[in-house]
């Protein structure tokens, strides 16, 4: 019987060691696993950004190509489009703060006819969407701009 007890010790040490090694693999591939999702979560943020950055730019280049248009019909007509297409993107993608502020852009721009729209207001609107882009873009930069009561400026020409 004496002989059976080191040949047991043997067995079980053999056992713990292979728990231990499953138990590290499992751990192992957790922390992969934590690691790809964490990885992936912020590819995809960055990548919602990118493309909400993208539509504020492209609603800043529809209002100067609005406001430059003049009496041109033609780049009027071409100017409202691409501030159609650029809010019907927003309405998809924008904040609830960038859209709080883009709705009262649109309430703005539907009060006037053409030629009639109020510059200072229209850049007090613009400013606030601004301000709320970069607030969703760049929290730090938006609270200091924020802080130092900063006014963005926008090319508009004398009608």
Known sequence: MEQDAPQNIGIYMLDDSLVILALALIA??????????????????????????????DLLHAMTALSTAGADPYRLDQAKMALARTLNRLNLIASPEVLAEVNGLLDFLNQYREGEVEVLKSLNILNAIVLAAREEIDPASAKVLEEGQFRFRFYSPRR
């Open 28 to 57: 192992g591939a957790g922390l992969i696993g934590i690691t790809l999702f964490v990885i992936q979560s912020r590819s995809e943020q960055s990548a919602r950004i990118r493309e909400r950055r993208r539509a504020y730019e």
